[in-house]
C-alpha cells in the first residue's frame, strides 16, 4: 500500500505547489477544518473552481485513504485532460466548411 505525504496546510505553499493564487471561500473553509474524513475531501473537491484546488482535495483524500478509487481516476483524468490542449484549431475543416457555404449560396454581382 502506498503512503502519501499529507499536503500542507500553508496557504503560501498550496498557492506555489498547487498553483492556487486567489483561494476561494470553500477552499479556505476546507482547509481550516483539516477533516480527516476521505468524503468530505473528495465532497470539496467537487465544490472547488480551480484545478489546484480540486487536486489539493484529492491528494488529502489520497492521503486518508491510499486506495481510493475516486481520487485516483479524478486525478488521473486531471493530468491527462492537462496534457491535451484546452483549443485546437482544425484549419482544413474550416476551409472545407467554409468552400462548401461559397459553392452552396448565390454570388452576387
Do not use: C, K, N
Given at each position: 500500500m502506498k503512503r502519501f505525504q499529507r499536503p500542507t496546510e500553508n496557504l503560501s505553499e498550496i498557492a506555489s505547489q498547487y498553483g492556487v493564487k486567489t483561494p476561494s471561500a470553500i477552499f479556505l473553509e476546507a482547509v481550516?477544518?483539516?477533516s480527516n474524513r476521505e468524503r468530505d475531501w473528495l465532497w470539496y473537491a467537487e465544490?472547488?473552481?480551480?484545478e489546484g484546488e480540486r487536486r489539493y482535495c484529492w491528494?488529502?483524500?489520497?492521503?486518508?485513504n491510499p486506495d481510493s478509487r475516486t481520487a485516483q481516476d479524478n486525478l488521473a483524468r486531471q493530468r491527462k485532460s492537462a496534457a491535451r490542449p484546452i483549443f485546437k484549431l482544425n484549419l482544413r475543416r474550416i476551409?472545407?466548411?467554409r468552400k462548401a457555404a461559397d459553392t452552396m449560396s448565390p454570388r452576387l454581382s
Open positions: 481550516a477544518e483539516g465544490q472547488m473552481s480551480s491528494e488529502r483524500a489520497l492521503y486518508i476551409f472545407r466548411a
